[in-house]
């Protein structure tokens, strides 16, 4: 794919480029010392997801039911106590792998091979892989979905409880229990293999479905670096926000959600695009697209960047050869799992879901207070939220050469995501692990924030916080993202950004605190001047 103007002119490029165990990072004590620093910090992130991992056996939803769990769950404090001490410890446990991973990422700036990155991520990922399902029940309506499967129903046309009599729905969410599966036929597939694969054991499914979601993490692990370092970006860099997260590994590993195995077949399929590979890429992203209809869009992008590098005589033709690539690899698999084309009417199901978390929802909310009609308004809200993601995403396929295609398509991401009719922390990492290899630092930094946020929004059990915490969300999120679209507030705080920083070399730990109180004062006494001058001049005209 063709790089931007900015990545073309980066000096950093060459460095980028290579793999990150290739990077010297200054003389043999600098080394040390970083290397002393990621052991330091792995660990304490380590610790912090056990913490996190046992918080989930106290302040989680009812599980499995089996043995091994009843056994695990009666050795932790139960009622008041047990609470207070769960919550305490998902408190601890958070800030300490958060402030870990912050710290790595402060020292990324100076440069760091890929190699420690790997290993800190497969050891704060340890505690999760044996720990149970937190924050989100979903891995548990898998299971009922492949149980569905084997016994040759159709989850796209109707809920789990079809089931009927069945351990496998006590652990289910009751608000999926009579919905329709939203899921593509290869993911379906999957988990239909998987039940009788585990003897139709609920433990062993939820196992094995973890095991698929490591899967994805895998494919973001090893194309990942290879997206960054082709579209000249750092491959260390891209690998801590988009697969070192945190928000990545608690819901992509402990939450074992589908969406990981999507995204890793999609951001593989962008970086055989990126590497002159286009038709692997899109026959990737479409594979991605059978377990979630998201991953599309990338093809899209690649067809999309594809056509537009061609003689103009060549575009149709290769538009029509790509395109009907997409839809026939899109069949095959279809027709080869066996389960039809219901799945692409159940894709508006997660609609039925409301959330506080979710722009259109919240707007409609406030919208009911003042005028009543809560469904009409509801309606409405998708509606204008549906047009503009749709304006959206052709102004982005449009301007994508401007921005940088892969760029472009971690903004379709977010778009599809902020305007849709749900939004869940882990739909977030749609766009935040592409844009970890494409984005510019300030999609970094709003990447981020949205993570710190996204961690505190769900409780262990998957219950989503009180409204009030959802709602400041969608208000911090939304204005931070506007602060740093709109130019002039961007230029500001970049500056901003970097007096802090030249306060912190200058003065020490202080200084930041120091700089800022010296430019408030100044500029409270640069308003009172201009406030007494205006008043002077009207005495002045009097």
């Given amino acids: 794919m063709a790089l931007t103007q900015e990545q073309t002119r980066s000096t950093a490029a ?61 050795l932790a404090p139960s009622g008041t106590a047990g609470t207070a001490v769960g919550t305490i410890a998902l408190i601890v446990g958070l800030a300490a792998v958060g402030g870990s991973w912050i710290a790595i990422g402060l020292a990324l700036r100076h440069g760091a091979p890929l190699r420690p990155l790997v290993a800190i991520s497969a050891l704060w990922a ?5 720990g149970p399902p937190i924050f989100s029940r979903d891995v548990y309506s898998y299971a009922a979905d492949g149980l569905m499967v084997s016994r040759h129903l159709e989850p796209n046309r109707y809920g789990p409880a079809t089931l009927g009599g069945t351990h496998f729905l006590d652990p289910v969410s009751h608000v999926w229990l009579n919905t329709p599966s ?34 994805g993490v895998v494919l973001m692990g090893i194309a990942l670096p290879k997206l960054a370092g082709a579209l000249g970006k750092d491959p260390a860099r891209a690998f801590w926000l988009g697969v070192c997260n945190p928000l990545v590994l608690i819901h992509f590993i402990a ?8 995204v890793g077949l999609m951001v593989a399929g962008l970086a055989l695009a990126a590497l002159k590979r286009p038709v692997a890429g899109i026959l990737l992203c479409v594979l991605g697209a059978t377990v979630k209809a998201p991953a599309a869009l990338a093809a899209v992008f690649i067809i999309a960047e594809t056509v537009r590098a061609l003689p103009r005589k060549k575009r149709l033709a290769t538009l029509i050869r790509l395109t009907g690539i997409s839809l026939g690899a899109f069949a095959l698999v279809t027709w080869a799992t066996q389960l039809g084309w219901s799945w692409i009417g159940a894709l508006g199901v997660p609609g039925v879901n409301r959330s506080l ?59 599809v995501v902020a305007l849709g009719p749900i939004v869940l922390p882990w739909y977030a990492l749609w766009a935040l692990v592409v844009l970890a290899a494409a984005g510019d630092d300030w999609d970094q930094v709003y990447a981020v924030i949205a993570t710190i946020v996204f961690l505190i929004v ?16 969608v208000v911090v ?61 009207s005495d002045s005209v009097v």
Avoid at 126 to 130: D, K, S, V
Avoid at 193 to 214: D, M, N, Q
């Fill in 357 to 415: 978390l979710t722009p259109s929802t919240f707007a409609a909310h406030y919208l009911s207070m003042a005028f009543g009609h809560n469904a009409t308004m509801l309606s409405l809200t998708r509606g204008v939220s549906l047009l503009l993601t749709a304006v959206g995403v052709a102004y982005l396929l449009w301007r994508a050469p401007r921005f940088g295609t892969v760029r472009a398509c971690g903004y379709a991401l977010a778009l």
């Fill in 182 to 215: 939203p899921y593509g036929p290869l993911f379906l597939r999957i988990a239909g293999w998987i039940v009788p694969t585990s003897h139709y054991s609920l433990v062993g499914t939820v196992v094995l479905l973890r095991l698929v979601a490591v899967l």
């Fill in 255 to 262: 939450g074992a959600h589908n969406d990981s195995l999507m």
């Fill in 14 to 74: 060459a460095d980028m480029g290579r793999s990150g165990d290739d990077l010297v990072v200054g003389d043999a004590p600098t080394r040390d010392r970083q290397t002393g620093l990621f052991v330091l910090l792995g660990a304490i992130g380590f610790l912090g997801m056990a913490i996190i991992s046992g918080a989930g056996v106290i302040l989680g939803a009812p599980g499995t039911g089996s043995s091994l769990e009843r056994r695990v769950v009666a």
């Fill in 126 to 130: 340890t505690p999760l892989l044996f």
């Fill in 458 to 473: 769900l409780q262990p059990s998957g219950s989503t916080m009180p409204d009030p915490m959802l709602e400041i969300t």
């Fill in 477 to 537: 999120l939304s204005v931070t993202a506007f602060l740093i679209a709109f130019g002039p507030t961007r230029r500001w705080m970049g500056r901003e950004v970097a007096a802090l920083v030249d306060d912190y070399r200058t003065l020490g730990a202080a200084g930041p605190f120091l700089g800022v109180s010296r430019r408030v004062a100044g500029r409270v006494a640069h308003y009172r001047t201009g406030t007494s001058a205006v008043a002077n001049r």
